[in-house]
T-cell receptor
Framework: KQEVTQIPAALSVPEGENLVLNCSFTDSAIYNLQWFRQDPGKGLTSLLLIQSSQREQTSGRLNASLDKSSGRSTLYIAASQPGDSATYLCAVRKTSGSRLTFGEGTQLTVNP | KAGVTQTPRYLIKTRGQQVTLSCSPISGHRSVSWYQQTPGQGLQFLFE???????NKGNFPGRFSGRQFSNSRSEMNVSTLELGDSALYLC?????????????FGPGTRLTVL
């Protein structure tokens, strides 16, 4: 059974800092991995999708990497801003169907 | 392009009642998945529909059911509500069920069972 773990559970940083969020998964036979952002009481916003054949994806200040063999992904946020404060979730898809297995998330606070 | 919409946004029910939640996917998307989010269990997969057929089902009791219509809109039903069913129910849509499948989520329906 696939298990997804995110470390740390919570992170507080000053504005402007570069930071890394970690995601690990137990079964390396994944189809793709998706990073989401969730604001309190809201739905999920898709940030980046990495296919199993890819090593990384970039969007603006965000960069996500994938190392399937070690069962790890990282989300790098450059020059963090208070508006980045949210919970960040990673999710893996084992097959080409739509079922995602989520981690518990990292709650990020960026202090002005 | 409009995103995924869910109705109602908030719902309060009492134990034993039943509830129906609705999800309209992004135009052109044919796959709809449902997830339950609670503080204790996190996000858990309920089921997935594609072209009016249930393609995949999570580990939830039979009280949780769903369906998809020909226009890809989906409904989820929970019968005989229990206190533990209080949660944020999220719907996600993707273009296909068998391909790349980046999933886009709606704002959720917050269900409170008293």
């Amino acid at each position: 059974k696939q298990e997804v773990t995110q470390i740390p559970a919570a992170l507080s940083v000053p504005e402007g800092e570069n930071l890394v969020l970690n995601c690990s998964f137990t079964d390396s036979a994944i189809y793709n991995l998706q990073w989401f952002r969730q604001d309190p009481g809201k739905g999920l916003t898709s940030l980046l999708l990495i296919q199993s054949s890819q090593r990384e994806q970039t969007s603006g200040r965000l960069n996500a990497s994938l190392d399937k063999s070690s069962g790890r992904s990282t989300l790098y946020i450059a020059a963090s801003q208070p508006g980045d404060s949210a919970t960040y979730l990673c999710a893996v898809r084992k097959t080409s169907g739509s079922r995602l297995t989520f981690g518990e998330g990292t709650q990020l606070t960026v202090n002005p | 392009k409009a995103g995924v919409t869910q109705t109602p946004r908030y719902l309060i029910k009492t134990r034993g009642q039943q509830v129906t939640l609705s999800c309209s996917p992004i135009s052109g998307h044919r796959s709809v998945s449902w997830y339950q989010q609670t503080p204790g269990q996190g996000l858990q997969f309920l089921f997935e529909y594609f072209s009016e057929t249930q393609r995949n089902k999570g580990n939830f009791p039979g009280r949780f059911s769903g369906r998809q219509f020909s226009n890809s809109r989906s409904e989820m039903n929970v019968s005989t509500l229990e206190l533990g069913d209080s949660a944020l129910y999220l719907c996600a849509s993707s273009l296909w069920a068998s391909e790349v499948g980046e999933q886009f989520f709606g704002p959720g329906t917050r269900l409170t069972v008293l």
